[in-house]
């Protein structure tokens, strides 16, 4: 008892500091850094090194009492060029890769998003030419080869096209009659439309590389190979698990140090605070689920188009399946453990944490130092991790984006001519005519609430789309909203322009009118 009494007592002699002093402000900061820590809470917590035995500064930031269920989303208006479908919020994963809040007021911007393979286009299992899959392709259930859209050919023409695309020369999908048990057709020729397409014959797949694979494995460690929803792994070499690993290392340190020190309670208390770390991480622990398309019928290009509140538009020009994964449909959180496993845990990682903060400030001098240190260091580079941009932490290969914003509208934000303070200077209207001009469609704005319900406005937009199908684009917006707008309400409804040269859209049948919009889930953006 009397030779293990030293490795837990720091009031010897050579224990304190110089003149006395004590560092008993190392259990405060052991818990700074809260804000840092929920900013990163979703990668954090996206890949199996969240396991790891390791201090981080602020574990308690983890400790909710319940966990999100979808991701944090940015707010702006959203609609869908054909589909009309409006939303109120921008997903996740789509501000990653185009940052609405590096957009500036009365910007235009075009991009072309599309799935890197297509075989990645979420729904359906593309089979592969040989039933034999390696023993990684069986550790990656929710990777980039067990989905989607082919069309039915005999033989084999490169990678499949996407469901919206009309190219001469593509084979029509054969469909099939469901099978029912009393088939009736009343026509030979005739097959049951909803029972859907013939699986699609085996086609061109790419292998996963190494890394890939690797990377899989590491955001969902599992062995069942099931055909669930595509899912977006956190980046291999990414740089939260570069400092996680160096957290582990330098977790290692302190506790070998402590052991030269012959401090057993720097051991004991920085040992609790790794097994909370862990211990929190298995509870919060998740992969994201993202929505795709159940069925594969015809539908029409999943365009959309987004204003912000600064007036600024970006409109995505993509398929519906891209649109499905990351704009209409829903990023949903996939845990790993129950909610009653997840309650459990929370509650012995915070008796964890609270057993380790009481010895962390009854360590001796120098370990102490050595504990500071790191909590400051790692508090440091917590911080820094928020001016980098999110894209370095998500792995975003499954799709391919580029700008193509036409030239003519690539300075929308900036005064083109001061010569003409009316069609050279930026405006709300002048970039509304662009977006217009690229889409050749006003379902839209009035949709999104882009233009209000008035019959000057109904007018102007009547003649802007004449305009954009014609190809004017000189066509003088600004000039015609001041003239549309001194005229009366009858003048208006009186003029040929209106209504009648308007051709029908498809976006303006769309139902419902205004889509249920999600009330609560910014506020789960600090708390996940």
């Not at 060029?81 to 921008?90: M, N, P």
């Not at 991790?385 to 984006?401: A, Q, T, V």
């Not at 190809?471 to 009366?488: C, F, H």
Request: proline letters at 8%; one cysteine or more; hydrophobic letters at 40%.
């Amino acid at each position: 008892m009397s030779l293990a009494l030293p490795w837990f007592s720091s009031d010897g002699p050579h224990d304190g500091g110089p003149s006395g002093w004590r560092l008993d402000v190392v259990t405060l900061l052991a818990v700074i850094g809260e804000s840092s820590i929920a900013e990163h809470a979703q990668i954090i917590t996206a890949s199996v090194l969240c396991l790891a035995p390791r201090i981080i500064p602020a574990p308690q930031a983890l400790l909710k009492p319940s966990r999100p269920q979808r991701l944090p989303e940015t707010t702006a208006r959203m609609t869908g060029v054909y589909s009309g479908v409006v939303l109120d919020t921008v997903g996740f994963f789509a501000n990653i890769i185009h940052p609405l809040d590096e957009l500036q007021p009365f910007a235009f911007r075009v991009l072309e998003i599309k799935h890197r393979d297509k075989n990645n286009a979420g729904g359906i299992e593309v089979p592969t030419s040989n039933g034999n899959a390696s023993l990684f392709g069986k550790w990656r259930p929710h990777a980039r080869t067990n989905t989607n859209l082919s069309t039915a050919t005999k033989s084999i023409k490169g990678p499949p096209a996407d469901a919206d695309d009309d190219e001469p020369g593509t084979p029509q999908r054969a469909p099939r009659a469901r099978a029912t048990g009393l088939s009736v057709n009343f026509h030979p020729n005739t097959a049951d439309i909803e029972a859907g397409p013939e699986p699609p014959a085996p086609g061109i797949t790419r292998r996963a590389t190494v890394k890939e694979k690797v990377q899989d494995f590491v955001a969902n460690p599992t062995l069942a190979n099931t055909a669930a929803r595509p899912a977006i792994p956190a980046t291999l070499f990414s740089p939260m698990h570069i400092l996680e690993a160096f957290s582990v290392l330098l977790t290692f340190a302190i506790i070998a140090f402590a052991a030269v020190q012959h401090d057993g309670t720097a051991i004991i208390a920085v040992t609790l605070m790794a097994s909370a770390s862990s211990v929190v991480g298995w509870a919060s622990w998740w992969r994201p689920i993202l929505m795709n398309r159940s069925h594969t019928n015809k539908v029409p290009a999943g365009d959309v188009i987004i204003r912000t509140r600064e007036g600024a538009f970006l409109l995505i020009k993509c398929t519906e399946e891209v649109a499905r994964e990351l704009y209409s449909g829903t990023e949903e959180c996939e845990y790993h453990v129950s909610g009653q496993a997840y309650r459990v845990l929370m509650g012995l990682g915070t008796f964890l944490i609270m057993v380790s903060v009481i010895l962390l400030g009854n360590c001796k001098w120098n370990t102490q130092i050595f504990i500071g240190a790191s909590y400051i260091v790692l508090n440091g580079i917590y911080w820094t991790m928020g001016l980098l941009p999110k894209r370095l932490f998500w792995d975003l290969s499954r799709y391919e984006f580029k700008d193509v914003t036409p030239p003519e509208a690539q300075n929308a934000d900036k005064t083109t001519d001061p010569n003409d303070p009316r069609e050279g200077v930026k405006s709300f209207t002048r970039t509304l005519w662009y977006a217009i001009r690229e889409t050749k469609r006003t379902a839209w704005v009035q949709r999104s609430g882009a233009a209000p319900v008035t019959p000057q406005w109904q007018m102007w937009l009547a003649e802007a789309e004449d305009a954009a199908k014609a190809g004017n684009t000189k066509w003088p917006s600004v000039a015609r909203k001041d003239e549309i707008m001194k005229l009366s309400e009858d003048d208006a409804t009186k003029s040929p322009v209106t209504g009648p040269t308007r051709d029908f859209d498809a976006a303006e049948q769309a139902a419902p009118a205004v889509q249920v919009q999600p009330h609560d889930r910014n506020q789960e953006k600090g708390g996940f």
